[in-house]
Structures are given as C-alpha cells and as structure tokens.
C-alpha cells in the first residue's frame, strides 16, 4: 500500500503543502483534492514543500500541471521547495525548472511572495 | 558466467495500488543485479511509468486484470518485460512530446513515455491483434570491476 500525506499549514500570505511519501498514479488524488480545496478558498499563493517526498512519478508531476494555469490566471502561483536530489532529477528531466520556481527552501518561496505582493 | 539469468517474474493486479509492490519487486531485482541506488531509482520509475499506462490506457482503470512483469539478465542486459491482456495503443503515437510545447500548454499525459525513453537504455512495444501486449525496458548492467 502507497503511503501519501499531503497537510496543509498556514504561512504569512501563502498556504504550505506538505508533501510526504510516495506520489504515483494511486495517491495523486490527494494532492488533487489538496489543490481543490485551496482554490476554492480562493488561495492563490501556494508553497509546496516536497522534504519529505520520497518519490514522484509523471502522475504527480501531472497534478502541478493541471493546476498551475486557474492558479496563475489568479495572480497566484505554486512554488516548490525543499526538493531531495532525486526528487528534484524527475522534475528536471520533465523540463520543470523552465516553468515552475524551485527553490532550496520554504522560507525563500515565501519572502518571494511577500515581495511580489508589495509591488 | 552464463550470458542469461533465470526469469523472475511478479504478477500483480490492473489497479493502481499495485504500484507500490512493483517497485519493491522491481528495486529488489535491479540491486540483485548490481545496479547503485540512482539507476535502481530510474528503473523503478520507468517500470511505474510502463504499468500505470497499462492501467490507464490498456485497462482502462479496470482493476479485476493482470499484469505480468519478468525480469532477468540477456548478456549486458538487465531486461523487464512487463505484458497484458489490454487494449493495444499505436506504438507510432507514442512519439516524444516536444517537452517544452508541452509543459507551456499545461497538458498532462505522454510524459510518462518521454521518461521512460530518457531513464532507460532501451524501450521496445510489441503488439500483435489477438495476442498480449508487451514492453520491453532494458537497462546495460553496470561494467564488472573484475573485468
């Protein structure tokens, strides 16, 4: 059985998944359900946090893609965070990094955030 | 040294939990046949990749089905041959997508065959009317240090 927890955590501004586990074509729901959830709260600015993501396939991967579009159309956007080497490999060989802001750590996807809002 | 190892194989059911056990099957196989942890996690990807289209498009999502994954040693080759009894897709569909046309029109699907293609050495379709689909992925065995 594939384990998969995705928890959401408020942040100033923006709204935190946590991701753990195993993302595949089973547990890709959850995180679908996760990103419906914050859209219909009207949450636009979304950090995914990915330390505790073990493995990811293109099923997941798909998840991002179809949100992204509604996210961005309503001046938000989806950054991801604190990527393990070989998590991140599966998003890099996708192209990932030429459309999606990947960042080291949470609280640098964060202040980016807050500093687009400032404007 | 024989050239060819004794065939393993898992059968497992259409469903997307499945997928879990595959890739323990899978890791276990490929890290028996010597492979580092970085090619382990390439191959049990692709063979992830290979099921779970065989679950969305051979299947369907019907989950009362079977697929069969054997894998075993040919030469250099570290062979998985997974097969169903599913509906068979045109091989000559399964092109590359022009990966960045792709992601900037937020379309999801066919990515799964693009990874394959990049983690693996070899990715082979056979489909025949009225017989089993299968999919061959190999992977060259890492070179012998006593060698």
Known sequence: MTEFKVQERPGEGVSILDLRGYLDAHTATDLENAFQRLLGAKKFNIVVNCRDLSYISSAGLGVFMAYIEDVRKNNGDIKLTNMTPKVYNVFDLLGFPILYEIYKDESEAISKFQNTTKH | ?147
């Open chain 2, 1 to 147: 040294m024989s050239s060819a190892s004794k065939t393993i194989s898992k059968i497992v059911s259409s469903s997307t939990e499945s997928l879990s056990d595959i890739r323990e099957f899978v890791a276990g196989q490929a890290r028996t046949h010597g492979f580092p942890e970085d090619e382990v996690a390439n191959i049990v990807l692709a063979v992830d990749e290979a099921c779970t289209n065989i679950i969305k498009h051979a299947y369907r999502f019907a989950s009362d089905k079977q697929i069969e994954i054997s894998v075993g040693r040919q030469g250099r080759e570290f062979e998985v041959i997974i097969s169903d009894d599913g509906r068979s897709f045109d091989p000559a569909a399964l092109r590359n997508p022009d990966l960045k046309e792709h992601l900037t029109h937020y379309r999801r699907g066919g990515l799964g065959v693009y990874l394959m293609k990049k983690l693996m050495d070899t990715v082979e379709y056979q489909f025949q009317p009225g017989q089993r689909n299968h999919v061959r992925l190999v992977k060259f065995l890492p070179a012998s240090p006593s060698r």
